[in-house]
């Protein structure tokens, strides 16, 4: 009896602490509570012998709280394989802005995320990976199913956790939802042997693991802030320059400041391109919006780059595809000013004359609140008017097109008239190749985390899992998936997926039977030597497959005539919507910057006016994809 009260009086929760805070519970257990103490609603998880204690536990947890509705807290969504619960979680994460959990096995399955870990840790993705392990006295005996994941995911991951010790699992996991969502996000693996998973612990309901160096450099980057002279140069800079322009990255809609963003352009008057990455943290549909810059970059916003005289970075890291020739990137350019949070990325492809490290939004907020109390209005000045009339001028002369009386479908009037229908609401994904070029090019996104896509490690079968973490996570939105007909074969196996969720996903596979992006590049670099593209796999029925996996719509399209017909029907159609069309084999991606090419010497094919005179040329040994 006096045992019984003396648990019952470590387990009664003192005011302030978790409600549930002394519970014995199993290692399992606690992991799931801490999923739901930080207010994860859906996880994405293959299961397997060295992760089922979890995998019960989630079970009983929902039985336990089941909302009156009768639906669960903490939904387990299964894909056909963990590549695609490593795609759902981020497509979670970048159509929320919330952490997004995968929940798999050891050994292969565990081995099975590696590619969405490092996809994910490429664009600064906050996911969390859960994988089993064998039991930790089996570790290192090429145990059934056994890999040395904490060695693998080191170098892929933000950081990977190998939990050894059962009283510091609690801890593990509420400091790898930090980690993952603070600082520069990223994906965190924690990697948990399954006898710790059966343990038997008791609930502390907080604590983190102490990470004194992390956390330090995270409070230094978080009250940084703009002091008058670093405003007053800053503001010099633009007082002087006649072509200001705003170079946006993907960091701009990590940081949630789009907001900001949005209003110093507004204030100053500056025109904004942005990089794949960075697409929707400006108003695509703006007068001063030149969308994308890069290898695939309108032209217009190339051309602006090249013309501008003082560059402002803001959450964009310089990377190959934006500045490829880095000493002539911007080139003209007389002051480059840029905002990070991270410091790796201060000078390290492109010097500059000006840097921030520190919350975007702030530094933004304080630049026009400092502008304000001088009264410096640059824009109510006419100060950039005449480089306000030549982004005009760029953007009609030099506007995307292409041939528009083919005969053939055009992969870019297809998604011409998809966004006519969506008006730039719809979240957009993609897999990776030509698709997921002309889906940047041709959509409009008015908010950000619209645009989904794999930009640095460039993916294929990222569009489909992904767009099925993006409906989990925005039911209010619709959500299509632009692919190609070699991108969606990675993961074709989740049209299953979607139809069993009953997910209402769209999904639209461009058709021209081959790796079309490679074959371009084959045509424009290797004189035409189409080598194993001559060979891609062009046998299956997508219709028939779609079909297969339950979808009630499953339309191809092949002829020019019927595209606002079919795709008015598509859009419209209620639930999950498949449409694959069969689009001109020889169209290519352009604008194109060539591997080693400045954007001056950028090639711009037959119907977007070019102001250079281009020629291609086969690329040297050594020059990059």
């Known amino acids: 009896m006096n045992a019984m009260l003396q648990e019952q009086t470590q387990a009664a929760p003192v005011a302030g602490d978790h409600p549930l805070a002394g519970r014995p519970m199993s290692g399992a257990e606690i992991v799931v509570q801490v999923l739901a103490d930080e207010g994860v609603d859906v996880v994405f998880g293959y299961s397997g012998g060295a992760i089922l204690p979890v995998y019960d536990a989630v079970f009983r947890f929902n039985r336990e709280h089941l909302a009156e509705d009768g639906s669960e807290p903490l939904p387990l969504i299964v894909p056909a394989n963990e590549q695609g619960a490593g795609f759902m979680a981020q497509g979670y994460a970048r159509a929320s802005g919330k952490v997004g959990v995968a929940l798999v096995t050891s050994g292969p399955g565990a081995t099975n995320t590696v590619t969405p870990v490092r996809d994910a840790m490429a664009d600064s993705v906050p996911i969390v990976v859960i994988c089993g392990q064998v039991p930790t006295a089996a570790i290192g005996t090429d145990a059934f199913q056994e890999a040395p994941i904490s060695s693998i995911m080191g170098s892929c991951a933000k950081h990977v956790f190998l939990v050894t010790d059962s009283s510091q699992l609690e801890a593990t996991m509420r400091t790898a939802f930090e980690v993952a969502r603070t600082g520069r996000p990223g994906p965190v693996v924690v990697d948990i042997p399954k006898d710790i998973q059966n343990a038997s612990l008791r609930f502390n309901g907080k604590g983190q693991l102490p990470?004194?160096?992390?956390?330090?450099?995270?409070?230094?980057?978080?009250?940084?802030?703009?002091?008058?002279?670093?405003?007053?140069?800053?503001?010099?800079?633009?007082?002087?320059?006649?072509?200001?322009?705003?170079?946006?990255?993907?960091?701009?809609?990590?940081?949630?400041?789009?907001?900001?963003?949005?209003?110093?352009?507004?204030?100053?008057?500056?025109?904004?391109?942005?990089?794949?990455?960075?697409?929707?943290?400006?108003?695509?549909?703006?007068?001063?919006?030149?969308?994308?810059?890069?290898?695939?970059?309108?032209?217009?916003?190339?051309?602006?780059?090249?013309?501008?005289?003082?560059?402002?970075?803001?959450?964009?890291?310089?990377?190959?595809?934006?500045?490829?020739?880095?000493?002539?990137?911007?080139?003209?350019?007389?002051?480059?000013?840029?905002?990070?949070?991270?410091?790796?990325?201060?000078?390290?492809?492109?010097?500059?004359?000006?840097?921030?490290?520190?919350?975007?939004?702030?530094?933004?907020?304080?630049?026009?609140?400092?502008?304000?109390?001088?009264?410096?209005?640059?824009?109510?000045?006419?100060?950039?008017?005449?480089?306000?009339?030549?982004?005009?001028?760029?953007?009609?002369?030099?506007?995307?097109?292409?041939?528009?009386?083919?005969?053939?479908?055009?992969?870019y009037a297809v998604i011409e008239e998809i966004n006519r229908l969506t008006r730039g609401e719809a979240i957009i994904c993609t897999g990776v190749g030509q698709h997921q070029m002309w889906a940047a090019q041709y959509f409009d996104f008015t908010a950000p985390r619209r645009w989904l896509t794999s930009g640095s490690m460039g993916t294929m079968g990222f569009g489909l899992p992904a767009a099925i973490g993006a409906q989990f996570a925005r039911r209010d939105l619709m959500v299509i998936d632009i692919d190609g007909d070699a991108s969606i074969r990675m993961n074709i196996g989740e049209l299953e997926t979607v139809t069993t969720y009953e997910l209402p996903v769209k999904v639209v596979v461009l058709n021209n039977c081959g790796d079309g992006m490679v074959r371009q590049w084959q045509k424009l670099f290797f004189k035409g030597r189409f080598s194993a593209t001559d060979k891609s796999l062009h046998r299956k029925d997508f219709i028939k497959a779609a079909e297969a996996d339950g979808f009630q719509y499953a339309v191809r399209l092949d002829r020019s005539e019927d595209l606002q017909r079919v795709i008015a029907e598509f859009i419209a159609f209620e639930g999950p919507a498949f449409l694959e069309v069969m689009i001109d084999p020889d169209a290519c991606v352009y604008p194109m910057v060539g591997p080693g090419m400045s954007y001056a010497q950028m090639i711009t094919g037959d119907h977007i006016t070019s102001r250079d005179q281009v020629k291609s040329a086969e690329t040297g040994p050594a020059e990059m994809f």
């Open 211 to 411: 990470i004194p160096g992390y956390r330090s450099r995270l409070r230094a980057v978080a009250q940084a802030r703009l002091g008058d002279r670093e405003c007053t140069d800053f503001l010099d800079a633009l007082g002087r320059a006649e072509r200001p322009l705003l170079y946006v990255g993907g960091g701009v809609i990590a940081a949630e400041a789009s907001r900001a963003l949005r209003a110093f352009a507004e204030a100053f008057g500056i025109p904004v391109t942005t990089t794949l990455m960075g697409i929707g943290a400006s108003d695509t549909t703006e007068a001063l919006s030149l969308h994308m810059l890069g290898m695939h970059g309108t032209a217009f916003a190339n051309y602006a780059v090249v013309d501008c005289d003082f560059l402002i970075s803001v959450g964009a890291r310089f990377d190959d595809r934006v500045a490829g020739v880095p000493k002539l990137f911007a080139q003209r350019a007389k002051y480059i000013a840029q905002f990070d949070i991270d410091p790796a990325e201060i000078d390290k492809v492109k010097r500059v004359d000006w840097h921030h490290l520190g919350d975007i939004s702030l530094a933004l907020d304080r630049l026009r609140e400092k502008a304000a109390s001088i009264g410096f209005d640059p824009r109510g000045q006419g100060r950039f008017a005449g480089w306000h009339a030549h982004i005009a001028d760029l953007k009609k002369t030099h506007a995307l097109d292409f041939d528009r009386s083919s005969a053939l479908i055009q992969p």
